[in-house]
């Protein structure tokens, strides 16, 4: 992009300050494989001089992707992967910034591939609008649908449909017509404010910047006067105020300020405003923004504010308008997407992240999936990738949220897995449960401490993990005898034992097996602040469930013991005749067979049995629990 020579120093300023107060749009391509997405965006920036003259220059040389020097493909622009350009596909999301006289414009570019489904996710949860792209020559294929069900789903409310290609099939006025009664017929479903059809043809800038004379039949805007000039939200709309809290600002003994940007709404000096979790009041004594001292600030803004009072507040918490406080709950409904190749597993230890805060989460009932094709409700235990669901989630304490209808920046969230840091999904809050507020803990005269005093012991949890067949209950018995000779108050939870009542209405899926040690665990905790010693023999086969065990236990009270027997020993051993019908593939989801066993990586103790006698092993365990009490 170039200006003029003549243009002078105080028209340029003029020119920049008049940019800097034009509103910003921010808006996705999506659709389909292959329906020009890039090289619309491409065209657009292009036709519009957005591009620089040596980008340009380069792309006409082949310098950029090999263009040939007569046709430029424009997709090139967008395309900045080595595999996108080989492939001729976008992968990742390509983020461009533009302006023009009258708008601010912020694009991205989203995969059209279903695999990278969560790259779509991750541009459309900033629109405001999606530019669906349709094949004239294909029509509207099931990631079109896809694709509009999420942008629905995401809070995007105004749609552009791209008809494109719409020189392949001669301009035909039919063509066009019959595409745009099929989407309109199943988007009436998505509750999107708006949808505008453009034929266009992206190759060739028809109807992208300006009108197309090969169209005379279509009356409408162009691409780019529709995105110049659509409003969005009303104007009196207006957001509550929420400040997620960042940054503690703490220089000296004099100063206490908290920094941040505001997620919604707007705030002045005087203004009142509440923490939202603890429910302590103040008012805003002063806003200090990177420029300095200022009287108001509003969404989108970096700021820091100073309050008029000392009040607790630290980094996670919520600073909000008194008169329109948000959620504060540890359950709620919300629409999970998926993002990892390992599927979602209800009763799973998750990390839970919103937009300053971070619990430990678990998704406790997998109410249904949504087929994204059909928008039919479909029964499920887990979700695979790029699959939707309406989860409830039980986070480890309260957070602070609204919901996603009502505010999408403080009513969305992103799942991460503890192991990896990994980001599996994505979220967006529908409401609180009732029962999170129905709900809450007992105080109770007598406690662990007393109860555990009574039975003159501290309680534990040993909990043996190991292949079938390794010998974890003949050892756990051999074990819970032993401390029974010694006066110790115990129980044995053995995995076949609870199966027989607890965990009868289980089977042996991975979503079974993760809701199967999550009750187990529960019930040792309850066994545990009792006072007792809870000895627990379980295969546990997934390392996540060993961890949230781990966690519901008081620091040092869980003891992981590897009981470490090799799968030809086990199968050798074969007690119950398992492994030899696992081996005949006549039982699905068998441990070391058909289904992963996940080794712990720093167990308490590791017990080799071959050649040990489970007496011996028992004994092994009893001086560990002895030596690590005393140490306490």
């Known amino acids: 992009m170039s200006y003029p020579f003549s243009i002078s120093p105080h028209d340029m300023k003029e020119h920049l300050v008049q940019e800097d107060k034009a509103p910003v749009l921010r808006f996705i391509t999506c659709g389909s494989v292959d329906d020009g997405k890039s090289t619309l965006i491409g065209r657009l920036l292009c036709d519009a001089e957005l591009v620089f003259e040596d980008q340009l220059a380069d792309l006409r040389r ?31 999301v390509a983020y461009r910034y533009f302006s023009t006289s009258k708008r601010k414009f912020i694009v991205a570019d989203t995969p059209g591939h279903h695999e990278y489904t969560r790259n779509m996710v991750t541009g459309a949860s900033t629109a405001d609008l999606a530019v669906i792209l349709i094949d004239s020559c294909q029509g509207i294929l099931q990631q079109t649908r896809r694709h509009s069900y999420l942008a629905s789903l995401l809070g995007i409310r105004h749609v552009v449909l791209a008809v494109n290609k719409i020189d392949l099939v001669d301009f035909s006025e039919p063509v066009f017509d019959a595409i745009v009664a099929e989407y309109e017929s199943f988007s009436a479903k998505l509750r999107f404010a708006s949808v505008t059809a453009i034929p266009m043809s992206a190759r060739f800038g028809d109807n992208v910047v300006s009108k197309s004379g090969q169209l005379p039949w279509y009356q409408g805007p162009a691409l780019l006067e529709y995105l110049e000039t659509i409003e969005l939200d009303a104007p009196d709309k207006q957001s509550p105020f929420r400040f997620p809290v960042q940054l503690v600002m703490r220089p000296n003994s004099d100063f206490r300020g908290y920094a941040g940007r505001i997620a ?5 000096v005087g203004d009142p405003v509440i923490v939202a979790k603890s429910g302590l009041r103040s008012s805003v004594r002063a806003i200090i923004a990177p420029d300095g001292n200022q009287i108001s600030a509003a969404e989108g803004e970096p700021v820091t504010l100073v309050l008029a009072d000392e009040v607790d507040v630290s980094r996670g918490d919520m600073l909000v308008d008194p008169a329109s406080r948000p959620f504060v709950s540890d359950q709620f409904q919300a629409h999970l997407i998926w993002f990892d190749a390992n599927p979602m597993l209800p009763g799973r230890s998750y990390l839970l992240r919103t937009e300053t805060d971070t619990a430990s989460a678990t998704v406790t009932a ?4 949504l087929n994204v094709d059909n928008f039919v409700r479909e029964p499920a235990k887990l979700l695979q990738m790029n699959e939707v669901g309406v989860c409830n989630i039980m986070t480890q304490r309260p957070i602070v949220f609204d919901a996603y209808e009502e ?4 009513g969305n969230f992103i799942i991460v897995d503890r192991v990896s840091s990994a980001t599996v999904g994505a979220g967006m809050i529908d409401f609180p449960l009732r029962r ?7 105080a109770l005269d007598v406690d662990k401490a007393a109860r555990s005093a009574l039975k ?13 067949g390794s010998g974890k209950s003949t050892i756990a018995n051999a074990l819970e005898a032993l401390l029974h000779t010694y006066g110790k108050h115990t129980y044995l939870l053995d995995g076949d034992n609870v199966r027989h009542g607890l965990n009868r209405d289980l089977g042996f899926t991975a979503a079974d097996r993760v809701e ?40 040092g009270e869980f003891i992981e013991i590897f009981v470490d027997t090799p799968l030809e020993e086990c199968a050798r051993r074969d007690p119950k005749g398992l492994y030899k019908k696992a081996f005949a593939g006549n039982i699905a989801n068998f441990t070391g067979v058909s289904s992963p066993y996940e080794a712990p990586d720093n167990p308490e103790l590791h017990l080799k049995t071959v050649g040990q006698e489970p007496a011996t092993l028992a004994l092994q365990i009893e001086e560990f629990l002895r030596s690590r009490m005393e140490e306490k």
């Open 62 to 92: 082949g310098g950029i992707g090999g263009g040939n020097g007569e046709e430029i493909d424009f997709s090139l622009l967008l395309d900045g992967l080595e595999a996108e350009r080989e492939q001729g596909i976008t992968i990742d």
């Open 264 to 268: 919604s709404g707007k705030i002045a």
């Open 366 to 369: 997998l109410k249904h999936q």
């Open 407 to 410: 505010n999408r920046s403080t």
């Open 436 to 442: 999170a507020d129905n709900v809450h803990w007992q």
């Open 456 to 468: 003159n012991q501290k309680p534990a949890v040993l909990w043996l993990t190991g292949l079938s």
């Open 516 to 555: 199967n040690i999550r009750r187990v665990a529960e019930v040792a905790r309850l066994m545990a602040d009792a006072g007792l010693i809870v000895i627990c023999s379980f295969i546990s086969p997934f390392r996540d469930e060993r961890r949230m065990a781990r966690e519901l236990m008081d620091e």
